[in-house]
Structure formats: C-alpha cells, structure tokens
C-alpha cells in the first residue's frame, strides 16, 4: 500500500522520501519519475529531486538507458537486519523450514499490522505452487487462515472497526460478512486452527495456527499452503489434511514456547 506524502509530520522532507520508496514497492518492476509523482501526489520536480538524493544514498537505482527507477539492494542489508532480529522470526526459522521439508508444501509466518497481515518468512517445499509471497509483503486478514488466526485476538467489535464494512471480496470464496467472519473466528478459538479455501487466489488453499507469547497473547500465526485438492476444506484426501492440520498446530506450539508461551 502506498502512503501518500502530507504536509503534517515533524519531517516533511523524511515523511516524502519514504513515500517515494513505498512507491517503489507499489507493484511494478521500475517506474518513471511521473509514476512516482503520480503514487505519492508530490509535484514532479521535488519527485525527481528526492529520486536523485536516494540514488546518491543507494537506496533507488536508475536505469541508464530507460531512466526507469527501482529500488536498490542498497535497502538489503536493513530489510535484513530488521528481519533477522524480530523475535518470532527468529523462534521460526528453523521450525517452518523442518515443516515444509516434511510436508512439500508452502510454509509461512506472519504478524498482524495494522488491518493487514505482514509475511515475515516463507519457506517452499516441492509440492508447491510457485509463490510470489517474501518478506515484507502484506495481505488481507480475512481472506488467510493465518490472518483469521491473528484476528482471534480481538473481539467483534474491534475486527468492525479495524476491517471496515463490507469487507473485500478476492474470489468468489472470499468471506465478506462480518457475521460469518465471527463464526469462523469462533471455529478457529474452538479447534486452535484456520482453514481457508480459495479465498484469495483459485486453486490454492492454507491451514493455520496461531503463535503466542509468554503473556499468552496471540503475536503472530503460521501456515501451510498449496493445491486446494490437498488442503481446502473440499479437500479429497480428508485424512491427509488432517494430518497435516496436526503437523501446522504443533509447529506453533513449538515457536510459542520458544517464545515463552507455556
């Protein structure tokens, strides 16, 4: 999501550079000066002027032959960094790569921020769908398991206020009602896992659990994901998919009591 640059803020001049490189993360590869203009709704000189100081900086890189900008592997280092120290990534790491070694599909962790899901880790195992899904990247909460997951930590009246109404709709599947959302969140509390078919993408589906500290509050949630014949709750292979919820709920546990979490 792209924030558009305002002129509140103790900074303006940091609040637009950072606009600029949200831009950046818009979608598109490289974008021209007056796409970056269009996206954080600066003027096109002080565009190009902020494009020029973050080249200096490493932190955007232009194209000598399209003057398109993209951003630099000057960012790398604190993408990084910021990544390695988050706690749960940490407690993580190791547990989902072990998951999808076993169980071939996509493994995933992520944190709630705000009204979408941040991605802090995904692992690919050989049964799965190529996945465009890094670090850093967001979705929706109520079209995931795993953020269905990060939503049993608040009460009906807080997810209102947070999602909005009607909520999104991605694919035919996509819950959009409220009322429905709290009886799958109910089912999730009930269980202690998410099940999502179809919901944001066709022919995909996850299972989730959620993650907890050692006050007990849930911080994040983990899934699997691949073919919806496998996972999605029209799955074929029922006893497989149990299997596998199996394998997801202990692989929480295993991160929430490295976390603290009794």
Request: with cysteine; net charge neutral; hydrophobic share 40%.
């Amino acid at each position: 999501m792209v924030t558009r640059a305002t002129d509140a803020g103790t900074n303006q001049s940091v609040e637009r550079a950072v606009s600029v490189l949200r831009a950046l993360d818009s979608g598109r590869p490289e974008l021209r000066v007056s796409d970056v203009a269009e996206l954080t709704g600066l003027g096109s000189s002080t565009t190009s002027r902020l494009l020029s100081t973050l080249e200096r900086l490493d932190m955007v890189e232009r194209d000598p032959v399209s003057n398109l900008y993209r951003l630099s592997l000057g960012l790398l280092p604190l993408a990084a960094t910021a990544t390695n120290r988050h706690p749960v990534h940490r407690a993580a790491r190791m547990v989902l790569q072990g998951l999808a070694t076993r169980t071939g599909l996509g493994a995933n962790v992520a944190v709630r921020r705000g009204g979408e899901l941040m991605f802090l880790g995904n692992f690919e195992g050989t049964r799965a769908p190529k996945s465009y899904t890094q670090a850093g990247h967001t979705a929706p909460l109520h079209a995931t398991s795993i953020g269905k997951c990060l939503l049993t930590g608040l009460t009906p009246k807080e997810r209102r206020k947070l999602l909005g109404d009607p909520l999104e709709a991605h694919t035919e599947y996509t819950t959009t009602s409220h009322d429905h959302l709290d009886t799958e969140i109910d089912t999730v509390r009930r269980t202690g896992y998410a099940v999502e078919a179809e919901e944001r993408a066709l022919g995909r589906a996850s299972l989730a659990a959620p993650v907890r500290d050692a006050s007990g509050d849930i911080v994040a949630a983990i899934s699997l994901w691949g073919p919806t014949s496998v996972l999605g709750d029209r799955s074929d292979t029922e006893g497989q998919r149990l299997a596998l919820v199996r394998e997801v709920i202990e692989a929480a546990d295993a991160i929430s009591q490295a976390l603290g979490a009794l």
